[in-house]
């Protein structure tokens, strides 16, 4: 019965690529495709620890790297002019205990390249408190 399961999660799976749905939806979703694959390509599942927090743990490493790829590959491509944007858009905070904060986001532009620089906590959303922001971040 449990090959049985695993082809109608599979056929599910390729039902949801074909329709443009979001596949991974879910670490748990992703811990059992992963041991499946194991077991189906004939390897002891002993042999490889698959867990939630192994899996986030892998994206957060994954994640980290590409941000770092990203940074370097900025920094050493850099142009020696460089436009530095921020429109007033505030964003809201991101958890419930800073959502009375805004935020600024700051990007930085050249040769047709756009890089986020950051993304600044702002005291308030008056124009003095947001070019002192901006100018501090630019310094640091």
């Known amino acids: 019965m449990k090959i049985e399961e695993d082809k109608l999660f599979f056929n599910e799976t390729e ?5 443009g749905m979001l596949v991974w939806s879910s670490i748990k979703d ?4 992963l041991n499946v694959v194991v077991e189906v390509v004939g390897l002891s599942s002993d042999d490889f620890p698959i867990s939630k927090s192994s ?3 892998i994206c957060t490493e994954t994640r980290k790297s590409r941000a770092e790829a990203i940074k370097s590959d ?16 505030l964003l809201p ?5 800073s959502s009375k904060e805004e ?10 390249i756009k890089q986020l620089l950051t993304v600044l ?7 003095k408190h947001q070019a002192k922001a901006i100018s ?5």
């Open 15 to 19: 039902r949801a690529k074909s329709t």
């Open 30 to 33: 992703t811990v059992y495709i």
């Open 55 to 57: 899996i986030q743990q």
């Open 74 to 89: 900025f920094q050493n491509n850099v142009s020696n002019i460089v436009t530095v944007h921020w429109d007033g858009k």
């Open 93 to 97: 905070g991101l958890d419930v205990k």
């Open 103 to 112: 935020c600024l986001p700051v990007i930085a532009s050249f040769h047709g």
């Open 121 to 127: 906590k702002l005291e308030s959303s008056f124009g």
């Open 136 to 140: 501090t971040a630019l310094f640091d």
